[in-house]
């Protein structure tokens, strides 16, 4: 049993290394004599991309301590970064929490101050004390104060969770014969008023991407003026996930340096020019 599940570690493993950048993994049971059952099952799982699609806001769910709350007490004044996984998942949920971390740790932006990050189990025997040490060991490790309001880790019934993973496009399912659930890697970003803004796929969510999405699902709210120049560089491509250099915006954003480069050269030269008339004249 011991070397069976060494086995299917090593897959999921090899799996991770193998992946494209930007592509999208899934999570399965290795393939044995059921191969058909496998293969339909894992071309039953993924995302669908449903942006601009509205989150029912007055969805239940329960926080940490187990209070029932609606998941629309967490939006309305942050973009927020969502991700589905569950808290028992031997391996794929884990490395999409840790490639998280990783890039949240690299943004200048904090959890709970520019952005939020909502965290949903999608296994309904899950319980609040469960996502309490869940988010107990993340804000250790992610180590900034006030991420503890700003990060939340929410389970909840087989309803509420079946209706938020359909509007936001996140097929999953359960895997009866080998205990888990077949699921995809990603993450979504959330405008304040709760619409799906951007999808991020897969094991990968560099810095720059993050931080571009964020700043477009707070429509240009947060960030400093060079990260709004960098959003007019950069465009959101919704077939990869990732945010590509757009040449033509380039040009205009030099070409509008440029002009302005040489409007200022002009200005300094004519006001030097008459300094020197003035004292001439003098």
């Known amino acids: 049993m011991r070397s069976f ?33 496998t293969t339909g099952m894992m ?28 998941i629309g007490d967490y939006l309305g004044k942050k973009p927020v970064i969502l ?17 998280l971390l990783r890039s949240m740790n ?16 999608i296994d309904p025997k899950e319980t609040p004390g469960l996502a309490a040490r869940k988010k107990a060991s993340y804000l250790a490790r992610y180590g900034r104060p006030g991420a503890e309001k700003g990060w939340h880790f929410l389970t909840g019934d087989q309803d509420s969770i079946t209706q938020l993973a359909k509007v936001v496009g996140f097929r999953y399912e359960w895997d009866a014969k080998n205990n888990q659930y077949a699921h995809a890697a990603g993450i979504m970003l959330v405008t304040p008023q709760g619409k799906l803004s951007r999808y991020i796929y ?3 969510y560099p810095a720059r991407d993050l931080r571009l999405g964020l700043m477009d699902a707070a ?24 945010y590509n250099l757009a040449a033509m915006n380039v040009i205009r954003v030099l070409g509008f340096a440029t002009i302005g480069s040489l409007g200022t050269f002009v200005f300094v030269m004519l006001r030097r020019d008459r300094r020197k008339v003035v004292l001439e004249d003098a």
Do not use: W
Not at 83 to 99: A, D, G, I, K
Not at 109 to 116: H, S
């Open 219 to 242: 429509m240009r709210k947060i960030g400093s003026p060079i990260d709004q120049l960098l959003l007019l560089c950069y465009h959101y491509d919704p077939r990869t996930g990732r």
């Open 43 to 70: 071309a039953r799982v993924g995302f669908d991309q449903n942006l601009d699609a509205q989150i029912p806001l007055d969805l239940p769910f329960r926080d940490e301590q187990g209070r029932t709350i609606k």
């Open 83 to 99: 991700n589905l996984v569950y808290y028992r998942c031997p391996m794929l949920c884990n490395e999409v929490l840790n490639t």
């Open 202 to 204: 897969g094991l990968s």
């Open 5 to 37: 599940a060494s086995g299917r570690r090593f897959l999921g493993l090899l799996a991770l290394l193998l992946l494209p950048p930007g592509g999208l993994l899934i999570e399965a049971a290795p393939a044995r004599a059921d191969g058909d059952e």
């Open 106 to 121: 690299a943004l200048s932006f904090d959890v709970g101050k520019e952005f939020d990050v909502i965290t949903v189990s």
